[in-house]
């Protein structure tokens, strides 16, 4: 593992290490910005890849951790939470609440408390991957530690194989 350089991946490892979690962040060669790229990488199986994703419900965000190998069912997510509709944040609207870009959105670390989702999806791994506020940085965590980091609810939210979406750099 390499020293976290970046000032939000210090930050996350920093907040890793003074919650107790067992794993250490990791600083990849190259972008991890989708699910697949992250997976090949480490080489893991893509669902062993947590997506982070935040929503828009009403000006507020949601977080939503799915497993890679699947999309977010937004109609599903919607009637969960006894929303009307819900859709994805945009760039400004991610940083503003998470402090990360797209593509290095950590379950962690951010300004204020997000409400967020895990997928009971990533319970099936024994070790998930999160980002870990960079696009380059990731670190190893298990579905119960991240339930306990990021205060989660566990939800059925995703739906299918993922489908591939290119996410504009910020």
Not at 21 to 31: D, I, K, T
């Amino acid at each position: 593992m390499s020293r976290p350089e970046h000032p939000r991946v210090a930050a996350i490892a920093r907040l890793l290490a003074e919650s107790g979690a067992a794993g250490q962040v990791l600083e990849l060669a190259e972008s991890a910005r989708t699910a697949a790229a992250a997976a090949a990488q480490l080489g893991v199986p893509v669902g062993a890849i947590a997506n982070s994703l935040v929503f828009d419900v009403a000006g507020t965000p949601l977080l939503v951790l799915t497993s890679g190998a699947h999309r977010v069912d937004v109609p599903q997510v919607a009637a969960l939470l006894g929303v009307p509709g819900l859709r994805p944040g945009s760039p400004d609207f991610v940083r503003r609440h998470t402090g990360h870009p797209i593509g290095g959105v950590a379950p962690i670390g951010h300004p204020e408390p997000i409400g967020t989702l895990v997928d009971i999806e990533l319970a099936r791994y024994e070790r998930v991957w999160v980002a870990a506020g960079h696009p380059h940085a990731v670190f190893p965590t298990t579905y119960e530690e991240l339930l306990r980091l990021t205060c989660g609810t566990a939800a059925e939210v995703g739906t299918g194989p993922v489908v591939p979406v290119e996410v504009a750099a910020p």
